[in-house]
């Protein structure tokens, strides 16, 4: 019997878009669970938001977070709510005026 395939939320391929554009940390959690090694490396070296950790739990299995002016958030459901995030619709517009720059480049 086939498989029926999963619909991929539109929604949530453009918050994966603009979270490709922001900076990521890769890092692993060690003896700690993945959300505290996330918070004590954001506030070991101070980083500024927004930002992306990726954090390795075991060989096989990462967690990723978002570091936002308002904590720290999983990273799919940043993805998928992108639009409640100011830092982020900053980031969304300045990717939608270059395109529409190449557009308007492009029809003359």
């Not at 890769?26 to 959300?35: A, M, R």
């Not at 075991?58 to 992108?82: C, I, M, P, S």
Request: charged share 30%; no cysteine.
């Amino acid at each position: 019997m086939a498989r029926k395939r999963k619909r991929k939320s539109r929604r949530r391929q453009e918050g994966r878009k603009i979270l490709e554009l922001i900076p990521q940390y890769h890092i692993e959690s060690g003896e700690d669970k993945p959300v505290t090694a996330a918070r004590n490396y954001i506030a070991s070296l101070g980083i500024v938001p927004p930002a992306v950790l990726v954090v390795k739990r075991t060989e096989h299995t990462t967690d990723r977070y978002f570091w936002a002016e308002k904590g720290l958030f999983g990273a799919q459901y940043v993805e998928e709510n992108h639009f409640l995030f100011p830092s982020l619709q900053s980031i969304d517009l300045q990717e939608w005026e270059s395109d529409k720059a190449v557009a308007t480049v492009a029809t003359h």
